[in-house]
């Protein structure tokens, strides 16, 4: 099957090319995001690719179905990128990545956590710099404190186990129950106690109308004075103006992000030669007790390589007419 990918990076292309051996589609890799300007790139191609920041609304999809495209198949177990109401009236069915190392997500979440606390980036900006001054990077032990996960799914419970090994109380919230997260010891509460409770927060829900701006200056007001903030699941999950008034008056005590509600226009791209025009995102680095990363909680050898198996597996099925076993139903 002819399969446009986008925003297709060159990790993806060496693998998927090897990869793709197995399956025999006829790969055809586009650099640029999906968006109404290309649109076109799609056109005659049956199956589309495409990755976390690609614009798959009802205008896009309206003309991939057009062109011809029936299947959509992101390379991500989020798809809140993807108008999927729009897609199901237009018979475009839509394919995601379901399972693929929680663990990497919920490491690198962890690691997050600890440079944050530990203060180990500025520690290794310091010491670079011939600085071995110990002011300003006192943290604090993980052993007795209380994590609150919001969303106990396959990532959140990966991340509360790791927590739990740490010594910390787990507490949860989640609109579901995992008894996973309750072998382990975790204790689902209601948000209004998730906020009072937790020394650190950690976010694993999706971003669906219900979650958008779930952390907003209201929810903030209601947290532990100089707890931490952790974010890997989606940028907008987080109100990010309410966010730096919390860090600018104290009331969060730092906050980690892999994920930023603009950064389709910033990440996965080198911009260190432009001007960003983001103030936002300006304003956000320049506070000492935040981190920010570029999306790559999921980058392990081990994810990368099951996210583009299961999509080329989803396609080789889709092709064959057999059950699509990953297929997202509105
Ligand atoms: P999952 O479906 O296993 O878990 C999501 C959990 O969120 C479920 O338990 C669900 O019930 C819960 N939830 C849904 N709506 C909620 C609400 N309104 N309030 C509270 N909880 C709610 O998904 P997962 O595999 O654990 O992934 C979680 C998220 O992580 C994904 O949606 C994606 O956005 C993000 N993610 C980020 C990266 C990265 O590289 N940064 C990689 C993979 C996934």
């Not at 980036?121 to 990077?137: I, S, W």
């Not at 996960?149 to 910390?168: D, E, H, L, P, Y």
């Not at 300006?282 to 790559?296: A, D, E």
């Amino acid at each position: 099957m002819r399969v446009a990918l986008f925003s297709a990076k060159k990790y993806e292309r060496k693998l998927l090319d090897e990869l793709n051996a197995g399956h025999r589609h006829e790969l055809v890799y586009f650099d640029t995001l999906l968006e109404p300007e290309t649109v076109s790139l799609a056109a005659g191609f049956p199956a589309v690719s495409v990755f976390t920041n690609d614009n798959v609304d009802g205008g896009v999809l309206k003309r991939l179905a057009a062109g011809g495209t029936k299947l959509v198949a992101t390379r991500s177990t989020g798809f809140n990128q993807i108008d999927l109401c729009a897609a199901k009236q237009l018979g475009v069915k839509v394919v995601r990545v379901t399972d693929y190392s929680p663990n990497s997500v919920a490491e690198f979440g962890v690691g997050l956590l600890l440079a944050l606390n530990r203060k180990i980036c500025r520690a290794y900006n310091r010491t670079r710099e011939g600085n071995f001054e110990l002011d300003g990077l006192m943290g604090f032990d993980f052993v007795g404190r209380t994590v609150g996960v919001m969303g106990t799914g396959k990532i959140g419970t990966t991340f509360a186990r790791i927590m739990a090994g740490f010594g910390c109380t787990v507490i949860g919230y989640d609109v579901g129950r995992s008894p996973r997260f309750e072998e382990l010891g975790g204790q689902y509460v209601d948000v209004a106690t998730l906020q009072g409770e937790a020394d650190i927060i950690s976010l694993h829900c999706p971003l669906t109308p219900q979650t958008h701006h779930i952390v907003d200056a209201r929810f903030l007001a209601g947290t532990k004075k100089g707890s931490l903030l952790v974010n890997t699941s989606r940028g907008g999950l987080i109100d990010t103006e309410a966010g730096i008034e919390a860090l600018k008056s104290g009331q969060l005590g730092g906050l980690a992000i892999d994920v930023y509600e603009q950064e389709a226009s910033l990440f996965f791209r080198d911009l260190s030669n432009t001007v960003i025009p983001d103030d936002v995102i300006q304003r956000l680095v320049s506070f000492p007790n935040v981190i920010l990363t570029g999306h790559q909680a999921f980058f392990t050898r081990e994810a990368v390589g099951t996210i583009l198996d299961t999509t080329l597996a989803s396609i080789s099925d889709f092709a064959a007419g057999r059950p699509l076993a990953n297929e997202i139903k509105v």
